[in-house]
């Protein structure tokens, strides 16, 4: 339902880039440092779509390495500010993320299987287009906040004398909570 909910959503920022020729599309594309309880890493994304006036509507992915590496599929949405000729904007992301890890089980792991599960995305942050001359081109700085959830379910064998023995399940949720800073460039 996600995936066909993102998808309809694309191809209605698509048909309406078509139908009007105020519309431009817009590639950002950014690198990102994220901080929180977990500790510090990094993210690569890239966001597609067209602005109309001020706002820029998208569809987003990349890579996020905080805590576990996962693949974030999100819309995005931003709103430009012009003060004093200087262009601000206020971004706002919301979808899914896909796990893209696997652990190993070897004879030290307490545990005989793992499986990870998508879970929610979303993110906020207010930024700084430094735009050139082509007025199309800008350098991309932002600063804001996110979230991540994966779902994990880890089968650990019991210790039982007469089989078959019973597999104790555990379920995690890992939610995340980052501050980031992005950097990157809008073509």
């Known amino acids: 339902m996600k995936r066909f909910a993102l998808l309809s959503c694309f191809l209605f920022v698509v048909g309406f880039s078509n139908a009007q020729h105020k519309f431009l599309f817009h590639s950002q594309n ?3 440092l994220l901080e929180g309880e977990d500790g510090s890493a990094f993210q690569f994304q890239t966001i597609n779509g067209v602005q109309h006036g001020t706002w820029f509507a998208g569809i ?35 979808g899914s993320n896909f796990p893209w890890i696997s652990r190993d089980v070897d004879a030290f792991s307490n545990f005989t299987s793992s499986k990870f599960s998508s879970g929610g995305y979303w993110g906020t942050g207010i930024g700084y287009k430094a735009g050139f001359k082509n007025k199309k081109d800008a350098i991309i700085l932002n600063l804001g906040y996110s979230f991540k959830r994966l779902k994990e379910i880890q089968r650990k064998p019991t210790a039982c004398i007469n089989p078959p023995c019973l597999e104790l399940v555990e379920h995690y949720d890992y939610k995340s909570n980052r501050v980031l800073l992005r950097f990157g460039w809008q073509f």
Do not use: E, Q
Not at 65 to 94: A, C, E, H, I, Q
């Open 60 to 94: 987003g992915t990349g890579f996020d390495w905080y805590l576990y590496r996962s693949v974030p599929l999100f819309v995005s949405l931003n709103k430009d500010f012009k003060l004093s000729n200087r262009t601000f904007y206020l971004s706002l992301d919301g």
């Open 30 to 32: 950014v690198i990102g």
